[in-house]
């Protein structure tokens, strides 16, 4: 169900396509996962990779709290095409975070009116390091800008407040400075602001992903964080999740690749079972991605990660002919040759 699609049959009165996790404040999952003596899971904002289908799927393991790929707030607010591609919700759909590249408070207050119905929180990007987002002035170049990112947290928490919203949370998800005191001064001014997390990815713009996260500097930061916050960074296991929460103090933890090659991540377990894959393909089919990518999601799932200890899902032979499939039948039928695939 598209945003567009959403709109009229709300009006119309039909509040039961309109999933019943948007009552719930982000805040409060932090307490649940606190009472239960563990970090809240959250599952990263990935491009194209963090579509309905995979929302809903972690979701079923165990993640708390889910977010959309980036969005790009002008784009979005001035085109319906990418209203429709954008963003989907279903009546099944999990407390989400929708997050925004945005560098204008005005059109952070017009993506919120729109956006806030259908979502339980709105992220401001100041992580993506990819050189066209950085040049347009968003993502990691707002690492660098922090009065304008305190602007557009105010700007967002006016626009909430304005239609009684008060259940509704304003994030910012941030890398760190290579001086760690500017990343502290950061933090301090969007916390003056009234942001209500924060989410610390433990790596400059610069540092790639090959090297390891750095948990020290989340943790210094952390500590000058009087809201909740999440790490972000080598999550590929509950032993990872353990180690990274007793090495920072963090409140919550956040999986991006790990959870692409073990959506059921946060069970536990050695690498992706055959139901993770039995699930993601049910919502697959109802709710419907572009075809290169359900396979791209499968070629994670069943490959030869290093969560799976060595040991794959299906053979290499197996995954050279899942690759060659050209369309969902055909896939559907190779996947029941092989292991079957359950109605779920």
């Known amino acids: 169900m598209s945003l567009e699609m959403a709109v009229p049959h709300f009006l119309n009165g039909e509040k039961t396509l309109l999933p019943s996790s948007l009552d719930i404040n982000p805040l409060k999952l932090f307490d649940i996962a606190k009472s239960q003596g563990r970090p809240l899971y959250a599952a990263a904002p990935m491009v194209r990779y963090s579509k309905l289908a995979f929302r809903e799927t972690v979701a079923q393991y165990g993640v708390d709290l889910t977010w959309t790929p980036m969005i790009l707030a002008k784009e979005f607010n001035r085109s319906l095409a990418a209203r429709d591609s954008d963003f989907t919700l279903s009546p099944n759909s999990p407390p989400t975070i929708v997050q925004l590249g945005v560098n204008s408070p005005l059109e952070i207050s017009r993506t919120t009116l729109l956006l806030s119905p259908y979502v ?88 790639p992903s090959s090297q390891p996260v750095n948990l020290e500097a989340i943790k ?62 049910s919502e697959a089919v109802k709710r419907p991605i572009p075809f290169k990518l359900v396979v791209h999601h499968l070629s994670e799932m069943v490959g030869s990660d290093r969560t799976q200890c060595g040991s794959t899902l299906l053979t290499k032979e197996q995954r050279k ?15 029941d040759e092989v292991r079957e695939v359950r109605r779920l």
């Open 220 to 281: 210094l930061v952390a500590e000058h964080c009087s809201v909740p916050t999440i790490c972000n960074g080598d999550v590929f296991s509950l032993e990872d999740v353990e180690r990274h929460v007793q090495a920072t103090k963090v409140d919550g933890v956040m999986a991006a690749r790990g959870l692409l090659q073990n959506p059921g991540l946060f069970k536990g377990g050695e690498g992706c079972s055959w139901d993770v894959v039995e699930r993601f393909m």
């Open 120 to 207: 339980n929180g709105i992220d401001i990007n100041c992580g993506c390091p990819q050189s066209w987002a950085c040049a347009e002035t968003l993502g990691a170049a707002l690492m660098h800008k922090r009065d304008l990112v305190a602007s557009l947290v105010t700007s967002a928490k006016q626009a909430l407040h304005s239609i009684n919203h008060l259940n509704k949370t304003v994030s910012v998800k941030i890398r760190i400075h290579k001086d760690l005191r500017e990343t502290v001064d950061f933090v301090q001014t969007v916390q003056e602001a009234d942001v209500d997390f924060i989410t610390i990815h433990g790596r400059m713009r610069s540092t």
């Open 321 to 335: 002919e899942m690759m060659a499939c050209d369309n969902m039948v055909r896939l559907i039928d190779f996947l």
